[in-house]
């Protein structure tokens, strides 16, 4: 459920028959205006997306763990937090995980690269047969990957003419520049 | 070599019997104030360890692999960027490594860390029979870890009674951490 009032949200939650996979994202403006609201439906969510300064901002907690353990505790089993060039927190019940940003000098325009994150992400899971470390983890730097190609372009041009082939060959890069 | 007037650290340097491997770290004083000795003093090392505010300094680049680029274009072959709690950043000729720090919630006292860094890295190194990509990234995850014991209290009060064993158990979850 992408960015808007959180009413709206539940709403369409409310309409959707018994979902596989829930996913929520919020901003500054619903945190800080409609913050029952949003906290009555993150019980209701399973994924809550959020930048370092939304989950900062809504936790009241500036160390990101703390922060995720706190969110966690409003409902939401899984937690990713999105830290712009520094890359990506998750934090569920059974593990941790921690990924860089994607490591590129090639940055015209970073608008959407959070979104594109949450999309390949999301787009991941949507393939998978089941949903649990190995593919969420796998989703997670596809998520990162996607976003490292967005930001080399204003808009969605660069998006636009991705192929998965290409995507899967800069995956495989970034995983040697994680691997220890 | 740490951390002082680089006229110190030259002269140093020129007491030294051919050594294997030279790091060098530096700041925002030596950065602004003694640029020419420092970047003098860059050609003769191997290493070069800064924090993401130095790098930034020292090459004008705001972008990290810029920054790392043009670092390594003043003559060390391999460059190392401290970011803090967002992890480091590996660059040299033939790859580059990147990690996020080891999340945690246990942060005391963050004085000291990228130190800690440093030392957890070129330790590791001086006890490897090569030095390579493979012994680097691992020195990278040594130092990464080494560093989240530091932060857990004051000065040396947590590293004085740290064992290897209990590090190297922490490696091993942090391979977890970021492994995909």
């Known amino acids: 459920m992408a960015n808007v009032d959180p009413d709206i949200q539940r709403h369409l939650l409310e309409h959707m ?22 906290l009555r439906l993150l019980k209701k969510i399973n994924i ?67 979104d594109t994150f949450a999309g390949g992400f999301m787009g991941y899971l949507t393939q998978t047969k089941k949903i649990n470390a190995q593919t969420l983890k796998k989703a997670i730097a596809y998520g990162t990957v996607a976003a490292s190609f967005n930001i080399e372009d204003f808009g969605l041009k660069r998006m636009s003419r991705l192929t998965l082939k290409v995507l899967e060959h800069r995956l495989a890069r970034f995983k040697k520049y994680v691997l220890f």
């Not at 927190?89 to 940055?107: E, G, H, M, Q, W």
């Open 48 to 114: 809550y997306v959020a930048n370092d300064q939304e989950a900062r901002a809504l936790s009241g907690e500036s160390n990101l763990i703390k922060a995720a353990k706190c969110l966690y505790s409003y409902g939401p089993k899984m937690i990713l937090i999105k830290k712009g060039e520094h890359g990506v927190l998750f934090f569920s019940d059974n593990f941790i995980f921690s990924l860089p940003a994607y490591p590129t000098d090639k940055v015209v325009d970073p608008t959407g690269a959070g």
């Open 17 to 38: 028959h018994s979902p596989r996979l829930v996913g929520l994202d919020s901003m500054n403006y619903w945190i800080h205006h409609k913050r029952p609201a949003l």
